[in-house]
């Protein structure tokens, strides 16, 4: 497992009731259990991805470049309207 100390609240409730006093403990059937290892792995690979996408920005943040110094030819611009919203795009294309 990727980080067993971080897990979703449900796994830790749901082993706290297996553990209460005077709790008959069966066997759990093999389908719950490979189940929970599944639910284990994906928040492994959430949890992986976040990471991966925070250290990504923070490189991007350190390394970017400076502002740009010339105009870009288009333009994109939204502003809220009584109805919503108006979006509009302008430029040479």
Known sequence: MFLPGLRT???RDKGAQSFDAGATLYPEPQESVDHVRRIYLASDVALGAGLAAFGTG???LIAGSGPSKE???YAFD???SS???LATVSGSF
Request: charged content about 20%; hydrophobic content about 45%.
């Open 78 to 80: 939204v502003k809220p």
């Open 58 to 60: 923070v490189i991007w």
């Open 83 to 85: 109805a919503g919203a």
């Open 9 to 11: 609240e449900w796994s």
């Open 71 to 73: 105009k870009s030819p």
